[in-house]
């Protein structure tokens, strides 16, 4: 039997494939809901399911809003132009 983290992070996961199919220019603001919203879950899985499912989840997380890892990245690989 699953427990509620659990059900709590697959009705993330459906809701950020919804968003998927809405026009791209709701893509960015509902990344970053979805981010705010993901990150408390993670942690609610992680502390009632243990690391392998934190774990899991974070993949999960990760494959979804893989754009956002892509830009952040980029951001964090280019030289401070302050020096």
Avoid: K
């Avoid at 992070?9 to 705010?36: E, G, M, N, Q, Y």
């Avoid at 919203?37 to 974070?58: D, F, H, K, Q, R």
């Amino acid at each position: 039997m699953g427990t509620l983290s659990l059900l709590a992070a697959c009705l993330w996961a459906v809701l950020a494939t919804s968003i998927a199919l809405a026009p791209a220019r709701f893509h960015w603001r509902a990344a970053w809901a979805l981010i705010a919203s993901g990150v408390p879950i993670l942690g609610w899985v992680t502390y009632e399911n243990g690391p392998v499912w934190g774990l899991a989840v974070l993949v999960g997380g990760m494959s979804v809003l893989r754009w956002p890892l892509v830009h952040l990245m980029r951001r964090l690989r280019q030289p401070d132009p302050a020096e």
